[in-house]
């Protein structure tokens, strides 16, 4: 049997793979977990909420958010998280578990982008190898190869960067693309080729030391280009395409991710030098954004990784107004916010050049200063603290940044520092703050508190609300997901007669799967249903709450539930037909005595269930 949706590929294989993918460890690639019980839970990257409501189940393999209703297993997860295919999501975790698909599947089964995407991504990738090609063994890039060597860069960061030279021939590039079949005026969308005017393409790069910027799947779609010598402007960067948008890449994410997420920190720097450095300087941690300022988009990626950011960026003017942006933007998302402090005009590159590796980690890195003490030290700069207005005007606004702290401690810590060195008494800056708390307090929705509220205790509300027959139907499936003997005796019973048409399509389903012999897996079976709503139904009935075992006694209480609304229903509509045929035939007495006997049913269902 082939998986529909997988074309080529055997449903065996998408089986083999999938139980290779331990789905904890992809999702924690992407969620912070923490376990509870025998499941793990988080914060949903699909919607935003304060309290985790998004669980992952080792034994199960399959993920739900009581919240938002999203769940499935790991090959769904990747497809909602990174907007895959079902194909590009088992080529990913082919690819991550070492699995060879068959050949031909390896090249039909290209990523769904629009085909000028592709071969833009296509472009960028021969490019990266030709480039790096070229630095390496070309008599071109010899002089590129040696300034990067005496900029302390060695072959081991070369090759981990991919770092490349692109030939001071104008026409090397061009033709070199042409003949892996790029049409130039599409690699001039792309920003790999310039036009003058009289319709010649050359080398946008030419001359240039090489930066393969990567997305956060290691997938080159940019480069940014250096000079060699005085040629101007220093440095070149691919123009946004459909895929490179500066405000959502950060530069070496895909390499930092897993030390990002194993030390729970992120350094965050301006630009990829000072990152290609600091990596050389043993911290491996560290991402830089493409010579903008911080998205929101970006930092609330970082916050899916790790609760503690330290912004380390240039130590000239503009440096720090952008460190004061970026910091204000990271603490909003709710990371522990961090400043780490250069020398006036320096940026990490020249100070780890001049300094070495152990003092950038000791003086820089380490000794970092909390978002507080850093916003205390940039307000101290627009006051005169010999003025008494001016004193006072300072207090009042490093209390505003003082309120916004939610640990006591540190509240308490900044009070006694402001206490002591303006000699004011404690319980006055406290009654001051608490003035500022009140006053910056925002007016909460309780719709919005609904949607960030933890789920995990609504199952059973969820369940008093149903009638007591949909709770069976529930109960029954829950049970039938994980027992294919349970799940034996109800098709014997009752077959696909339940009341909820999602419940008889799910069962139908569940009976075709056990009748083809495979055993009782939620993550294997969800495969079988493409409609998402139906996937999200199963998985939410299968990480719902119950016991381990079902008695015999349960059981048939279950199905009488189940079927005595089933008959009282084909009672109803017995009745109702009644009555038309009362109505047809002129007889309006009969007929309004079957109306009454049908509410009266009715209201007997609604009393009893």
């Known amino acids: 049997m082939v998986i529909s949706m997988a074309g080529q590929i055997p449903e065996e294989l998408v089986d083999e793979i999938r139980k290779s993918s331990e789905i904890v460890d992809v999702i924690g690639e992407y969620v912070q977990l923490k376990r509870q019980g025998r499941n793990y839970f988080g914060l949903c990257p699909f919607h935003g909420e304060n309290t985790p409501s998004f669980s992952v189940s080792s034994d199960k393999q399959i993920f739900h958010c009581f919240g938002c209703g999203k769940g499935g297993n790991v090959y769904t997860f990747l497809m909602e998280m990174e907007g895959y295919s079902f194909i590009e999501a088992v080529k990913h975790l082919a690819e991550q578990n070492g699995v060879q698909l068959p050949e031909h599947q390896q090249e039909e089964n290209q990523p769904e982008r629009s085909p000028e995407s592709q071969q833009i991504l296509e472009a960028h990738e021969w490019l990266t190898k030709l480039y790096h090609h070229l630095?390496?063994?070309?008599?071109?890039?010899?002089?590129?190869?040696?300034?990067?060597?005496?900029?302390?860069?060695?072959?081991?960061?070369?090759?981990?960067?991919?770092?490349?030279?692109?030939?001071?021939?104008?026409?090397?590039?061009?033709?070199?693309?042409?003949?892996?079949?790029?049409?130039?005026?599409?690699?001039?969308?792309?920003?790999?080729?310039?036009?003058?005017?009289d319709g010649n393409y050359h080398d946008r790069f030419n001359g240039r030391v090489i930066f393969p910027l990567r997305n956060h799947l290691g997938k080159t779609v940019a480069f940014a280009g250096r000079s060699l010598g005085d040629q101007q402007p220093k440095y070149i960067n691919s123009p946004e395409t459909e895929l490179f948008h500066k405000g959502k890449l950060l530069y070496n994410f895909d390499l930092a991710r897993s030390a990002i997420r194993k030390q729970n920190s992120v350094v965050l720097f301006e630009g990829f030098a000072d990152v290609i450095s600091a990596y050389q300087s043993g911290v491996h941690n560290a991402v830089g954004t493409m010579g903008t300022s911080i998205s929101t988009t970006q930092a609330k990626l970082l916050k899916r990784y790790a609760?503690?950011?330290?912004?380390?960026?240039?130590?000239?003017?503009?440096?720090?107004?952008?460190?004061?942006?970026?910091?204000?933007?990271?603490?909003?998302?709710?990371?522990?916010?961090?400043?780490?402090?250069?020398?006036?005009?320096?940026?990490?590159?020249?100070?780890?050049?001049?300094?070495?590796?152990?003092?950038?980690?000791?003086?820089?890195?380490?000794?970092?200063?909390?978002?507080?003490?850093?916003?205390?030290?940039?307000?101290?700069?627009?006051?005169?603290?010999?003025?008494?207005?001016?004193?006072?005007?300072?207090?009042?606004?490093?209390?505003?940044?003082?309120?916004?702290?939610?640990?006591?401690?540190?509240?308490?810590?900044?009070?006694?520092?402001?206490?002591?060195?303006?000699?004011?008494?404690?319980?006055?800056?406290?009654?001051?703050?608490?003035?500022?708390?009140?006053?910056?307090?925002?007016?909460?929705?309780?719709?919005?508190?609904?949607?960030?509220?933890n789920r995990r205790n609504d199952y059973s509300l969820q369940q008093k609300l149903l009638p007591a027959f949909h709770n069976a139907e529930r109960k029954l499936i829950a049970y039938m997901l994980k027992d294919s003997i349970i799940a034996d005796r109800v098709q014997e019973e009752i077959g696909g007669a339940f009341n909820i048409s999602d419940h008889q399509v799910i069962?139908?389903?569940?009976?075709?799967?056990?009748?083809?012999?495979?055993?009782?897996?939620?993550?294997?079976?969800?495969?079988?249903?493409?409609?998402?709503?139906?996937?999200?139904?199963?998985?939410?009935?299968?990480?719902?709450?119950?016991?381990?075992?079902?008695?015999?006694?349960?059981?048939?209480?279950?199905?009488?539930?189940?079927?005595?609304?089933?008959h009282d229903r084909k009672d109803i509509k017995t009745l109702e037909a009644e009555m038309k045929a009362a109505e047809q035939h002129n007889d309006p007495i009969k007929a309004a005595q079957i109306g009454m006997e049908i509410l009266q049913r009715k209201k007997n269902l609604k009393n009893t269930h």
Request: proline share 3%; with cysteine; glycine share 4%.
């Open 135 to 197: 630095l390496k063994n070309s008599k071109d890039g010899k002089d590129a190869y040696q300034y990067l060597l005496d900029r302390g860069f060695t072959d081991e960061l070369i090759n981990r960067y991919q770092i490349g030279f692109s030939p001071r021939s104008r026409d090397f590039v061009v033709t070199f693309l042409e003949k892996k079949g790029f049409h130039p005026q599409t690699m001039v969308k792309a920003g790999l080729l310039n036009a003058d005017n």
């Open 507 to 566: 069962v139908t389903y569940l009976y075709a799967y056990y009748e083809d012999g495979n055993d009782p897996d939620i993550s294997q079976f969800v495969e079988r249903l493409d409609d998402p709503s139906l996937k999200d139904l199963v998985i939410q009935l299968a990480m719902a709450p119950a016991e381990e075992e079902l008695s015999d006694q349960e059981l048939q209480d279950y199905i009488y539930r189940i079927q005595l609304e089933s």
């Open 307 to 453: 609760d503690k950011a330290i912004i380390c960026y240039d130590g000239d003017q503009a440096g720090i107004n952008a460190a004061v942006k970026a910091a204000k933007l990271v603490r909003d998302v709710g990371l522990q916010t961090y400043v780490a402090r250069l020398p006036e005009g320096q940026d990490p590159d020249d100070f780890i050049q001049e300094n070495g590796a152990d003092r950038f980690k000791r003086e820089i890195i380490d000794a970092s200063e909390t978002y507080t003490s850093f916003m205390m030290s940039i307000l101290r700069r627009d006051y005169n603290l010999n003025l008494e207005g001016d004193r006072i005007a300072y207090i009042e606004e490093v209390l505003k940044e003082v309120a916004k702290i939610t640990g006591a401690i540190e509240k308490e810590y900044y009070l006694q520092e402001l206490s002591k060195e303006f000699n004011i008494s404690f319980n006055t800056l406290k009654e001051e703050l608490d003035q500022i708390s009140v006053q910056t307090q925002p007016v909460k929705d309780n719709q919005q508190q609904k949607r960030h509220t």
